[in-house]
C-alpha cells in the first residue's frame, strides 16, 4: 500500500520523526542511505513497517506493509503533525536561526501509548545510551520481525501480552534494574486501560498515566510528546534539560523550577521550544565535575 500525504505548509518528515527513534540502533526505527526512513508500529490491527520519503517540501510517500497497514495508513496525517496547531507561537530571540531551519518540524502523535512508555520507563534514572542498549536487547530477542521488504534487523514491538511474560532474566542481561522492569511489566499488564489516554484531554491521559507504580512526571511527559502530539509538555526531573533550558535561553544554569519559569512564556508550546533548543545541539553548560560513569545493572 502506498500514500501520498500533502500539506498545506511546510513539513520536515525527519525532523518531525525524530524523536520516535530511541537511541542510534533502535530496531523500530531506521534510516537508509537512500534517505528513507523505516519504522515500524503494533496496532490493534496488526503490525505495520512504514517507509516514508521526503518528494518535497510540503508532502512525503509513504509505503506500508502488514495486516496493521490500512489502520496505520489513515494515521498518516496525525503522525506527520497535521493536528499540530502552532499557531501564534514566537520562538525565543535565541532560538530564531533554530526555527528557521526547523520550519517543517512538527510534532508526532503516534497514538500508541505502550510503544512510548516503555522506553521511558527504560529511560528512567539512567544514562540514555545504557537505556538505549537495554531498548535494543529486549527488541531483538522479544520483539517480531518486521512485515515487508524491511531492512534486515527492524523489528515490531512486543504485544503487551509479551512484554508481560518477559523474565526477569532477560531485564537483567539488558541491564534493566528490578525497579524499572516491574514498572514496565505493569504498565503492559494494564495496557489496554492505558491505550485509552490518547483519547483523553493531557492532563487526564497524563494523569492516569500517572496511576501506575513506577511512572512520574517525566515518564508521562516523555510518553505525552510522542503519543499524545502534546506541544507543552516539558520532562521535569530530567538530568540534564533544566541546565541545557537555562543555558540556551540565559547562559546560565538552572534547575527544574527555574527550567518552568524560562518556559512559562511560551506556554502551550513549552515542547517545541526544547526540540528547537536541542535541533541547535542541546547546549551545555560548562562542566564542573568528572563525566559520570555508565552504570551496568548486570553486574549487580
Excluded at 163 to 172: G, K, L, M
Aim: glycine residues 8%; positive net charge; charged residues 20%.
Amino acid at each position: 500500500m502506498q500514500v501520498h500525504h500533502e500539506s498545506q505548509r511546510p513539513l520536515d518528515a525527519a525532523l518531525t520523526l525524530a524523536p520516535l527513534r530511541h537511541g542510534p540502533f533502535d530496531p523500530t526505527v531506521r534510516r537508509t542511505r537512500d534517505g528513507a526512513l523505516w519504522r515500524t508500529s503494533l496496532l490493534p490491527t496488526g503490525p505495520v513497517t512504514q517507509r516514508i520519503v521526503q518528494d518535497g517540501p510540503f508532502s512525503a510517500v509513504v509505503q506500508l506493509w502488514g495486516d496493521g497497514a490500512r489502520e496505520a495508513a489513515d494515521a498518516i496525517p496525525v503522525l506527520l503533525g497535521e493536528d499540530d496547531d502552532a499557531t501564534g507561537f514566537a520562538p525565543p530571540s535565541q532560538l530564531r536561526d533554530s526555527a528557521r531551519l526547523a520550519l517543517g518540524m512538527r510534532i508526532p502523535r503516534t497514538g500508541r501509548v505502550l510503544e512510548s512508555l516503555v522506553p521511558a520507563v527504560l529511560e528512567q534514572r539512567v544514562q540514555s545510551a545504557m537505556a538505549h542498549l537495554a531498548w535494543r536487547a529486549l527488541l531483538l530477542q522479544h520483539g517480531t520481525p518486521a512485515p515487508g521488504p524491511a531492512p534486515a534487523g527492524l523489528r515490531v514491538v512486543p504485544s503487551p501480552r509479551a512484554w508481560a511474560a518477559v523474565p526477569s532474566w532477560d531485564w537483567h542481561r539488558a541491564g534493566v534494574d528490578p525497579g524499572r522492569a516491574r514498572t514496565a511489566v505493569a504498565c503492559a499488564r494494564l495496557a489496554a486501560r492505558l491505550e485509552t489516554a490518547s483519547r483523553l484531554a493531557p492532563d487526564e491521559a497524563r494523569a492516569l498515566l500517572e496511576k501506575v507504580p513506577g511512572v512520574g512526571v517525566w515518564t508521562s511527559a516523555e510518553v505525552a510528546q510522542r503519543a499524545f502530539g502534546d506541544a507543552d509538555a516539558v520532562s521535569v526531573g530530567d538530568f540534564n534539560l533544566p541546565a541545557a533550558v537555562g543555558w540556551a535561553l540565559t547562559g546560565e544554569r538552572t534547575d527544574d523550577a527555574g527550567m518552568l519559569r524560562l518556559l512559562a512564556p511560551y506556554v502551550p508550546h513549552r515542547h517545541r521550544v526544547v526540540r528547537l533548543i536541542t535541533l541547535q545541539g542541546r547546549p551545555r553548560a560548562p562542566r564542573r565535575g568528572p563525566r559520570t560513569s555508565l552504570a551496568d545493572y548486570r553486574t549487580f
